[in-house]
């Protein structure tokens, strides 16, 4: 029970609580990192930015988004044709034009002033550095030294998962286009900046070790 | 002592080509190496990481046969390499392996072609015949351009994969690279890396690759930890 306390109390010294609220634990798959960078991109302001260069409908939007963004992770359609009422609710894009077929009616959306002063103002701002998942392996690391766990052993296999990650990004730039090549060269530098934190890690157990008590 | 320094205990594979086991290095009161294994398959491509000082370009003098290990037994091809005479060791390391290393490997006297060819006319081979193959692996490492050149009218990309043709051009079947993309930026040290790997593939050169970058280690197929010494095959340990 007093570990336990003396436990809490320093997790709650240690990591501020936006932290955890900003950046909920993910867990470290394959599928994390490619992903997270369409996770985490505007699709709103991105279809916008689609919609720059002329108008199209909504099935156009779809297939261009998933080109060039989807890679992993398609857009549903519902997803595109919820986006864009709200953007015509909105006044950033308006309706150009119907076209009557066999099936329902395609509308035709282009973008209005209005939605070209928000794709100018979301372009010319810079996004909120991330800080990833250090924070979680920092944890585990703190946890495993508390607890009397082999936290090298946990770096090591995180190197090992981490590394196997890279594997299969280094092999998919190899044969990807040059888009799949810039997508995959922003997760691989992120991964390798993990790495370096867990070589670093590695290096300063036994100071951390004594640093938290363990 | 924690499992992440524990050196691997598992044997190695049936049908490696070179393996190390429990090699013990030591200068002076430093032990460099303390219970290092190793071992690789032919066409493997195995990266061997860790911190500086940690012993991973020990480990790989002592693979080569450049240094010999104060004790454990290294086996390439089914021969021990203790048992061999200098004489012997280096014959071997002329036509069974190759060496890329990060700095000053290039003669600065000779052209790239002629440094490529270097290997070759020091076994014997006819300076045209030599050159014929050397600018073939020029071509294949994309630096048949430069072929006229000395290394230092190059750039530090294009010299790496001089040297990286260089160390290949003899056909061997180990390769031996240290930090071989050490002092290349990053787009130059990845098209190095593609070339490297792909070469060795095609030929079904195994390749120990050291190095500290995990976007170089990254293009093998599995890595060795090296801490303190002691190896750890991550593959076979997890």
């Known amino acids: 029970m007093q570990m336990r306390l003396r436990l809490s109390s320093w997790l709650v010294a240690q990591f501020p609580a936006p932290l955890w609220g900003d950046h909920p634990i993910r867990s470290y798959t394959p599928q994390v990192y490619t992903p997270c960078i369409v996770r985490r991109m505007s699709i709103p302001h991105t279809l916008l930015g689609l919609l720059e260069s002329g108008p199209r409908h909504g099935y156009d939007l779809k297939k261009t988004f998933d080109e060039r963004f989807g890679h992993d992770k398609p857009l549903h359609y519902g997803q595109v044709y919820s986006t864009m009422s709200r953007l015509l609710k909105n006044g950033l894009v308006e309706v150009d034009g119907v076209e009557a077929g066999g099936g329902p009616e395609r509308k035709r959306y282009a973008i209005t002033e209005a939605g070209i002063t928000d794709v100018r103002t979301w372009l010319a701002t810079p996004e909120k550095p991330e800080p990833y998942l250090t924070s979680t392996l920092y944890t585990k690391v703190v946890l495993a030294l508390l607890t009397g766990r082999d936290a090298a052993d946990l770096l090591d296999t995180q190197r090992a998962e981490h590394l196997r990650m890279m594997r299969i990004l280094t092999d998919r730039k190899r044969t990807g286009d040059l888009a799949d090549q810039l997508i995959c060269d922003h997760a691989l530098f992120h991964l390798e900046a993990d790495l370096r934190w867990l070589e670093l890690a590695a290096a300063r157990l036994d100071k951390l070790g004594k640093a938290v008590g363990a | ?238």
């Not at chain 2, 015949?129 to 351009?145: C, I, K, S």
């Open chain 2, 1 to 238: 002592m924690s499992p992440a320094t524990e050196p691997t205990a598992r044997p190695a594979p049936a049908g490696s080509l070179l393996v190390a086991d429990d090699l013990h290095k030591a200068y002076g009161a430093t032990d460099a190496l303390a219970g290092a294994n190793f071992s690789i398959h032919a066409g493997e491509v195995v990266a061997v990481m860790g911190p500086s000082g940690s012993g991973k370009s020990t480990l790989l003098h002592c693979l080569a046969g450049i240094v010999p290990p104060d004790s454990g037994t290294l086996t390439y091809n089914g021969r021990d390499l203790g048992a061999m005479s200098d004489g012997e060791r280096s014959a071997l390391r002329r036509s069974e392996f190759g060496f890329v290393f990060q700095f000053g490997q290039l003669v600065p006297e000779l052209t790239c072609l002629e440094n490529v060819a270097l290997p070759l006319r020091l076994s014997g081979a006819r300076r045209k015949e030599a050159e014929r193959t050397a600018l073939g692996w020029m071509e294949r490492l994309e630096v048949h351009d430069v072929a006229g050149q000395r290394p230092g009218e190059v750039s530090g990309g294009q010299g790496q994969r001089v040297a990286v043709a260089r160390s290949l051009v003899t056909g061997p079947r180990v390769l031996f690279a240290d930090e071989p993309t050490g002092a290349l930026d990053s787009l130059n040290g990845e098209r190095v890396m593609e070339l490297l790997t792909e070469a060795a593939r095609a030929t079904n050169a195994a390749v120990v690759l050291v190095t500290h970058e995990a976007r170089v280690a990254a293009y093998s197929d599995r890595e060795i930890v090296v801490r303190d010494g002691r190896s750890r095959d991550m593959e076979r340990a997890v």
